[in-house]
């Protein structure tokens, strides 16, 4: 009787692991990957946005306008030129993903709108390699289909990878590399991005730093490759209030600061 008993529990136990394979294939569908945080392509620089709705940025000069020329050839790339996939991959942050048994994949499909460009599609694509994570986002779309806009790598956990973003659909070099580290519970998060696209900005690059234990929780560093200048930069996302160092242009190792209505101050 009691071998009976055995017998009927093993097959329970197998008939149970087979159901489990069946919906889990190589066990992947249990392993879906953290998407990859808003600012790893899409870092806030508002802050540096000359149309401000009380319109004192437009009026300001001196040292915020000094920070907000440099950050504005990043801000301007990213949020311009590269609208379309850096939008697209904010449409997927929030979306929910399925996985796809017959391609072994996590997708996340969504619409979204581009101001002054249109409507668009987007079919983000996770391939998990144990620890690892390919990222592939496909865009369709006001004259493109299944474009791929966008390629990357994680970590399953989304603490840290990379991010490559292309020209366009009639010149598909990459543009943008970014790499990129974010600690969610310490709100602490860094991306660095670099020019890939020939001419004078090749090389240059842009790190942006979020740190929610600091006053000045915000803050970039740039190398210009042309001119050979470092910029360094932090500010208030909340108080607004910054400050900027640039030896080469201000000449001298100080950092030069503004208030909160943008006008230069003495820094404490």
Known sequence: MKKSIGIFLAALVLLGSCTKDDEQPNGQQSEKPTMPPETSMAPDMTMFDDQGSEGSREMAVGNWAYAAINVGVYSTILYSHLAVPVTAFKATVDA???????????VWEKGFQVEGKGSYEVRLTADVDGQDVTWTGYISGEGVNNFVWFTGTSKLNGEMGSWELYESPSSSSVWLSNTWEYDQEATKGTTTFTVEKEGENKGSSITYE???????????MITNVSSG???????????????????????????HCWDASLQDTQCE
């Open 96 to 106: 929910e993903a399925v996985y796809n048994e017959s391609q072994e994949l996590w």
């Open 210 to 220: 979020v740190d929610g234990s600091m006053d000045m929780d915000r803050s970039v």
């Open 229 to 255: 200048d470092k910029i360094y930069v932090n500010w208030s996302k909340e108080g607004s209030y910054g400050r900027v160092m640039s030896e080469m242009h201000f000449d001298d190792e100080l950092y």
